[in-house]
């Protein structure tokens, strides 16, 4: 069988892959430095944690579920104990594409990360619609980037990726560029930063006398409708009245620049390097 090492398995994360690798053709070594992270882990799924260079020293594919900025310290400090052609799957791209990964041409360097579930996407079942996060019941799209190593490599690497981030309905092939674009300048420099205003303004307009429940009814209503608009999901278009809001609330909500800000290469480099920092 693949042999997968899969480091960090005892967080919040790890638990989550381990949880599925468990399942798969491959055999997983588990690997979790604490004992609050191993009790997790056996309690959650029933795996005992591994000893870390008993499981590289056999890994096929070694997955670190570790933090951002402990990617490139931890992937420096076990790599030359990696057999050649060893495929090392990280889960966000921040750390390599901050320079952050260690010079090992004989390693393979793969990147895959979740792309949770699509909101405008419907469900099948109660446990799917309330899997917000991914990785239990609802489908979710993937991206992966090969970013060392043969080609050949690309399918076993993507198959692990399918596996930890089960059930997946789609994965797209991208560059390790393509993915920092991707997290954290579109999801969180933009995503993240937008639903966090759109509470603001929920409670801003709560706080003028507005029902709570009306307001987030009303909201979260309407952005159902306005995001299959706006993506082409739904053939509709937006009323005259709120074309006229949008013409003029653009001048003040957002700087004329502020895509060229965010999507500035030198811009998200400086952002992956800042995530990865002490």
Same mark, same amino acid.
């Given at each position: 069988?693949?042999? @997968?090492?899969l480091? !960090?398995? !005892? ?7 381990? #949880?599925n690798l468990?399942d798969s053709?491959f055999d997983?070594?588990p @690997?979790?430095?604490s004992?609050?992270g191993r009790?997790?882990?056996?309690e ?5 944690a591994v000893?870390?260079?008993?499981a590289l ?5 070694v997955v670190?579920a570790?933090p951002?900025?402990?990617? !490139?310290k931890?992937?420096h ?5 990696l057999k050649p052609g060893?495929?090392? &799957?990280?889960?966000?791209a921040?750390?390599?594409y901050a320079?952050?990964?260690p010079?090992?041409e004989? &390693?393979?360097y ?7 579930p699509h909101i405008?996407?419907?469900h099948?079942s109660?446990e799917?619609?309330k899997?917000y ?7 979710q !799209? ?5 970013f ?5 490599h690309?399918a076993?690497?993507e ?6 981030y089960s059930?997946? #309905?789609r994965?797209?092939?991208c560059s ?8 954290p300048?579109?999801?969180?420099? &933009?995503?993240a930063?937008f639903?966090?205003?759109m509470?603001?303004?929920?409670d801003?307009a709560?706080?003028?006398g @507005? ?8 909201? %979260?209503?309407? %952005?159902?409708i306005?995001? #299959? ?17 949008i013409d003029?609330?653009?001048?003040v909500?957002?700087q004329?620049?502020?895509l060229?800000? &965010?999507?500035? %290469?030198d811009?998200i480099k400086?952002? @992956?390097e800042?995530?990865c920092a002490?």
């Amino acid at each position: 069988m693949t042999k @997968v090492a899969l480091l !960090g398995a !005892g967080g919040k994360m790890g638990v989550r892959l381990a #949880s599925n690798l468990k399942d798969s053709r491959f055999d997983v070594d588990p @690997v979790e430095i604490s004992d609050v992270g191993r009790e997790r882990l056996k309690e959650e799924t029933g795996l005992d944690a591994v000893d870390q260079d008993t499981a590289l020293a056999g890994a096929d594919v070694v997955v670190m579920a570790v933090p951002d900025k402990l990617i !490139g310290k931890i992937a420096h400090s076990f790599v030359d104990k990696l057999k050649p052609g060893t495929a090392l &799957v990280v889960l966000d791209a921040a750390a390599p594409y901050a320079g952050e990964m260690p010079k090992r041409e004989d &390693v393979t360097y793969f990147c895959a990360h979740p792309c949770h579930p699509h909101i405008l996407e419907a469900h099948d079942s109660i446990e799917a619609q309330k899997d917000y996060f991914g990785g239990v019941a609802a489908p979710q !799209g993937i991206v992966c980037a090969l970013f060392q190593g043969p080609e050949e490599h690309y399918a076993l690497c993507e198959e692990v990726a399918k596996v930890i981030y089960s059930p997946v #309905s789609r994965s797209h092939r991208c560059s390790l560029e393509n993915i920092a674009v991707l997290e954290p300048a579109l999801s969180e420099t &933009v995503g993240a930063t937008f639903a966090l205003a759109m509470r603001e303004a929920t409670d801003r307009a709560v706080s003028m006398g @507005v029902p709570e429940a009306a307001a987030h009814d009303f909201l %979260l209503g309407h %952005l159902k409708i306005e995001l #299959s608009i706006a993506f082409g999901i739904y053939d509709g278009r937006f009323s005259d009245g709120a074309l006229l809001a949008i013409d003029k609330a653009k001048s003040v909500v957002f700087q004329p620049d502020w895509l060229d800000q &965010v999507f500035n %290469l030198d811009a998200i480099k400086k952002s @992956v390097e800042d995530i990865c920092a002490d």
